[in-house]
């Protein structure tokens, strides 16, 4: 199906990518849980993540899984660097599946900013005596803010060796049973880091110019779809723009798509920020949703729009106005699990609940 030529299209309506069809256009965003031990799940994603399939969402993501433990954001982040992270993936996978919604993973590596604390332990760098680890790896040896350790720059060796990683990521997440596999390159991790020049200083064939900058993101994203069933959808989550003079654009973005689309990739999941400690981003109800429009209407490419959706109505505008053809929520879906379960009744569709909670729905 060609995303740019569905008439009438809406939230609820289905959207079919390769081989896979989405129920509806709402999918549950990554959200990082730090609750892992060791890069394993556990019960506590099957509730979370299988909760969210029972509520009605055409495609749940778990949070990012780090392809490598140096990976990591933080000691209790998801992973999926080796292969006993498998077994409990495919029970999660499995329970999301047979609710009628699709499993995805994102695959990440935070780079410098690797080696913190969760949120609610002060979301602070660590050393190594205090539960961290060193090195932390980036495009340069920039930090990325006071305090954070300075990350080694990283040699041609070690870039095909996270290449690599990422394309091994894959294929477990293939065996775990997920059905869409997103990358991340957003939020001043790994990927990003090499996109933006305020974090980029190399002088190599990765560094400088656009097309050095984006080398690695396109080799990994090549490197994925070898492994990745052309059946399978394969997404990249972008931050469309720095806020910051001298930093990575909107129109970055869109070149940038261009080109993902020519390796396979069939949806740029549009966020933004995250590569300066500080930047002054105007925070409000869909504020990135300008990025997802340009990139789907100047790029051909199917997008995802993301950031304070909330409102039912809101969101069926998104899809029904071809802003963007998926609708990412994270925070609402803590706060609402069954989210398009409720959202259904004031766009007047039929969302009907599992039967177990029929009689709530009445």
């Known amino acids: 199906m060609d995303v740019f ?12 990518l390769r081989e896979v069809e989405l ?5 549950v965003s990554p959200m990082c849980q730090y609750s892992s031990h060791d890069g394993f799940a556990n019960d506590w ?4 993540l299988g909760s969210r399939a029972v509520g009605g969402a055409a495609l749940v993501f778990t949070e990012a899984a780090a392809v490598l433990p140096e990976g990591r954001i933080s000691p209790e982040d998801l992973g ?6 498998v077994e409990m993936l495919r029970r999660i996978f499995d329970f999301i599946r047979a609710q009628g919604a699709l499993p995805g993973m994102q695959l990440a590596h935070a780079g410098r900013k690797a080696s913190t604390s969760a949120p609610w332990k002060g979301h602070a760098p660590l050393a190594p005596n205090e539960g961290g680890w060193s090195p932390i790896f980036g495009p340069s040896a920039l930090p990325f803010d006071e305090g954070y350790q300075t990350p080694e720059e ?3 060796t070690g870039i095909e060796r996270i290449r690599d990683a990422f394309a091994q990521a894959a294929a477990r997440a293939l065996r775990s049973g997920a059905q869409v596999l997103e990358i991340h390159a957003a939020h001043g991790y790994l990927l990003h880091s ?8 190399r002088t ?9 900058r984006v080398r690695f993101l396109c080799e990994t994203v090549a490197a994925v779809r070898e492994v990745w069933p052309e059946k399978f959808p394969l997404f990249v989550r972008i931050s469309a723009t720095d806020w910051t003079e001298g930093g990575w654009t909107g129109q970055d973005s869109v070149a940038l798509a261009k080109k993902l689309k020519s390796f396979g990739v069939d949806v740029i999941d549009c966020s933004s920020g995250g590569n300066v400690p500080v930047a002054k981003i105007p925070v409000g109800s869909g504020y990135q949703l300008p990025f997802a429009a340009k990139v789907r209407a100047e790029a051909g490419i199917a997008t995802a729009a993301v950031g304070m959706i909330t409102a039912p109505e809101q969101a069926d505008q998104i899809v029904r106005t071809g802003e963007a053809d998926l609708v990412l929520m994270a925070r609402e879906f803590l706060r609402h699990p069954y989210w398009p379960l409720h959202a259904a009744r004031p766009l007047h569709q039929n969302m009907p609940p599992p039967p177990q909670y029929g009689r709530a729905f009445l």
């Open 80 to 85: 999926i660097w080796k292969d006993a992270h």
């Open 154 to 156: 990283l040699d041609r």
């Open 23 to 27: 129920r509806n256009r709402i999918v």
């Open 194 to 201: 090499f996109l933006s020049p305020l974090s980029n200083a």
């Open 204 to 212: 190599d064939e990765y560094g400088g110019s656009f097309e050095n």
């Open 45 to 48: 994603h099957l509730v979370h």
């Open 5 to 16: 030529q569905q008439q009438g299209a809406h939230l609820f309506s289905p959207l079919r």
